[in-house]
């Protein structure tokens, strides 16, 4: 007989946003810290740009390496449709931050992690300079800051620290957070107090923050999230790499039992795999109801 699940005080939404492909220009480099780049874009698409979500994605196309031509999806009245040109090269990005009147008119900023020339996206924005052409698409819909959270759990690595200090910033500092974070660099765990003038509300201050870094950083991370409580108003982000998630989802929604409402849990990468799908199950062997 299946245990059934705890209840919860914890209920979260989702909204649609009209399809919307924009053409941008780059306003704005800045190392954040070492391993991260933070990429200002600015343009007139930008008007009318939402994302209320703190885990929403857009879609960051970039400019072929083999010639620089920048492919973009054609927007129709029947959706979008692949261009004649060629396939898009696109990656899925957290939007740290919109601004309806910065310096340079609508501004939007995304944050990279630098890692090499491996990928298509982590060698662009290690060149990026102002005015390179780049183009976002969405985001199309929004899973809203849940309401009836009495405490919360944020579990990353670098990767998911704009979603991270977006959470920090959308659960204010009447509920307690707890970040457990696993990075590479140890200079990284900088990043939130460099982050909280960008994302008024997503500093570190009156916040547990643990950082994880070595070899046995997603081991300790692990054993540090079951030695939290998680209450009935409790409500846990997962985000990183997918692989490194799989024990944890299955340890608060098959060991502890929480509801789907209580635990978000998205894999933004995965080592050895180009170009993660991460609307797909985290864990295809064992896929959440």
């Known amino acids: 007989m299946k245990t059934p699940e705890r209840p919860t005080t914890v209920v979260r939404e989702r909204t649609r946003h009209p399809l919307a492909v924009r053409t941008l220009e780059v306003a704005a480099v800045r190392r954040v810290v070492p391993a991260i780049a933070r990429i200002t874009l600015r343009g007139e698409d930008l008007r009318g740009f939402t994302a209320p979500g703190p885990a929403d994605h857009v879609k960051v196309f970039f400019p072929r390496p083999d010639g620089g031509e920048l492919i973009m999806p054609l927007v129709t ?3 979008i449709k692949k261009p004649k040109a060629g396939k898009p090269l696109s990656r899925d990005y957290t939007p740290l931050a919109f601004r309806e009147a910065g310096d340079h ?6 944050d990279f992690v630098l890692h090499g020339d491996g990928g298509p996206a982590s060698a662009w924005a290690a ?10 698409a969405g985001p199309r819909g929004s899973q809203l800051t849940p309401t009836g959270v009495t405490e919360a759990i944020l579990v990353a690595d670098e990767t998911s620290l704009p979603a991270t200090a977006r959470w920090l910033a959308a659960f204010g500092p009447e509920t307690p957070v707890t970040c457990l974070v696993s990075v590479e660099d140890p200079s990284t765990a900088a990043y939130l107090e460099e982050t909280a003038n960008t994302v008024p509300g997503s500093g570190p201050a009156g916040r547990i923050v643990r950082w994880f870094s070595g070899p ?3 081991v300790e991370r692990e054993a540090a999230l079951r030695a939290l409580a998680v209450p009935e108003g409790g409500f846990v982000f997962l985000a990183g790499e997918a692989r490194a ?4 989802r299955r340890y608060l929604r098959r060991e502890l039992r929480l509801p789907k409402q209580q635990v978000s849990a998205d894999g933004y990468w995965k080592r050895g795999k180009a170009d ?10 064992d896929p959440d109801e």
């Open 105 to 110: 008119g609508p501004e939007l900023d995304i």
């Open 127 to 136: 060149r990026a300079r102002p005015g390179d052409r780049i183009g976002v």
């Open 245 to 248: 998630l799989i024990p944890l």
């Open 216 to 218: 046995g950083r997603d």
């Open 77 to 79: 009245e029947e959706g």
């Open 276 to 285: 993660l799908d991460h609307h797909a199950p985290l864990d295809p062997s």
